[in-house]
Every structure is written in structure tokens, then in C-alpha cells.
């Protein structure tokens, strides 16, 4: 969706490097998710963050919401094989259908 | 755990055919939804159903039909395939609109 812009499209790293993810929108988001997806399978979900200038963290993953709630980043540490996928996020862009709208998406791959 | 589940994986079909995906949850949630994704445009929504009883068109409609069968179920309906509706398609549940969403594993569309 072009509501959400997501940035890099593809990202190919060397294992235990860091690497951040970027989701940007234009307008004010009510909530933000992030979601992997391996190839062939479902989306799994990472974390949902919905205050200006939250971060949460799980394992190796940190996901900030800035101030404005118009962008959020997706950091990866000492990146490992098994973070390889399609990395995308979400977003609660308000109005009357409360619909989530989803950025293109980011291939990680991770070079052992 | 089932969670979502989502009958057929995979689906060749001919120009004109039609076909019925099934979606089913197991969470006892409120909301579902159906989603196509297509390399380079992340997921784009099609219908949702907010609530039992209740659908509502999406992003990408036109070619489509839903059913929310009951609270556990939630069909998608191809009347006369057409070559550009090959896509994977996802269903989601959530508890209520929007929330941490858990999605099934794709049904892989080819539409000849």
C-alpha cells in the first residue's frame, strides 16, 4: 500500500550483523504490528505497538513507534539464519472500516 | 493448536472457473478477513467480516464474494476466475477489529 511505505525492499546481511527495518506513513497511526513471514507460509506475529515513542523488544528484535506515530523501526541484533524472511508491517490507519493496512514488505536474507 | 486454518494450499484453475476458499478459526474470535498478496504490493484486503453476520467490502473487491458462514467460518468466492486473481491468499482472525491478528497459511492461487 502506498499509505505505508516500507523501506528496504530487500536487505542481505552477514550473520551477526545488525540491521534495522523502516515503516513510514504520512498519516497518524493508531496502531502499528509488525509480522514475519517465511516463504510458503502464514504471517507470524512479532509486536503491536500503539504509543508515540514505545519500543518493545523480544529475543533479538526491537520495535520503536516515534513520537508523531508515523514511523516505526524494526531492529534486528547480531542477525542469525533463522531471522531470514519477509518482514512486513501493519498499520491501524483510523477511520470508519478500522482496516489494517500492510507496507510491501522486506526480504532479509542471512548470509551464514 | 489449530488457529486458522485454510482449505485448499494450493489451486490451479481455468479462465471462468469458480471456487469457493474455505477459512476456518478455532479461537472463538469475532473478526475475520480476507487477503491477497502479490509480489511488490504486500497484502491487500479484499472483504472482512467485523462481526457475525456482517461483511464489508475492502481494498481490492471487485471479483469476489464472502460468506461468514457462522462465527467460525468465513468463505471467499471466485465466481469466473480470471488470470489476474492468481495471487496467495490469506484469511486472518482477530478477537476484535484491529487487534493482534493471526492469519492461516495461504492458499496458492494460478488462474490459466
Known amino acids: 500500500s502506498q499509505e505505508l511505505e516500507q523501506s528496504p525492499q530487500s536487505l542481505i546481511v552477514q550473520e551477526g550483523k545488525n540491521l534495522t527495518i523502516n515503516c513510514t506513513s504520512s498519516?497518524?497511526?493508531?496502531?502499528l504490528y509488525w509480522y514475519k513471514q517465511k516463504y510458503g507460509e502464514g504471517l507470524i506475529f512479532l509486536m503491536m505497538?500503539?504509543?508515540?515513542?514505545e519500543e518493545k523488544s523480544h529475543e533479538k528484535i526491537t520495535a520503536k513507534l516515534d513520537e508523531k506515530k508515523q514511523q516505526s523501526s524494526l531492529h534486528i541484533t547480531a542477525s542469525q539464519p533463522s531471522h531470514a524472511g519477509i518482514y512486513l508491517c501493519?498499520?491501524?490507519?483510523?477511520?470508519?472500516?478500522?482496516?489494517?493496512?500492510f507496507g510491501s514488505g522486506t526480504q532479509l536474507t542471512v548470509l551464514p | 493448536n489449530a488457529g486458522v486454518t485454510q482449505t485448499p494450499k494450493f489451486q490451479v484453475l481455468k479462465t471462468g472457473q469458480s471456487m469457493t476458499l474455505q477459512c476456518a478459526q478455532d479461537?472463538?474470535?469475532?473478526?475475520m478477513y480476507w487477503y491477497r498478496q502479490d509480489p511488490g504490493m504486500g497484502l491487500r484486503l479484499i472483504y472482512y467480516?467485523?462481526?457475525?453476520?456482517?461483511?464489508d467490502k475492502g481494498e481490492v473487491p471487485n471479483g469476489y464474494n464472502v460468506s461468514r458462514l457462522n462465527k467460525r467460518e468465513f468463505s471467499l468466492r471466485l465466481e469466473s476466475a480470471a488470470p489476474s486473481q492468481t495471487s496467495v491468499y490469506f484469511c486472518?482472525?482477530?478477537?476484535?477489529?484491529?487487534?493482534?491478528?493471526?492469519f492461516g497459511q495461504g492458499t496458492r492461487l494460478t488462474v490459466v
Open positions: 486472518a482472525s482477530t478477537r476484535v477489529p484491529w487487534t493482534e491478528a493471526f
Open positions: 498519516k497518524t497511526l493508531y496502531g
Open positions: 505497538l500503539q504509543k508515540g515513542g
Open positions: 501493519g498499520a491501524d490507519m483510523g477511520g470508519s472500516a478500522r482496516q489494517l493496512t
Open positions: 479461537m472463538n474470535h469475532n473478526s
Open positions: 467480516s467485523a462481526s457475525e453476520g456482517t461483511t
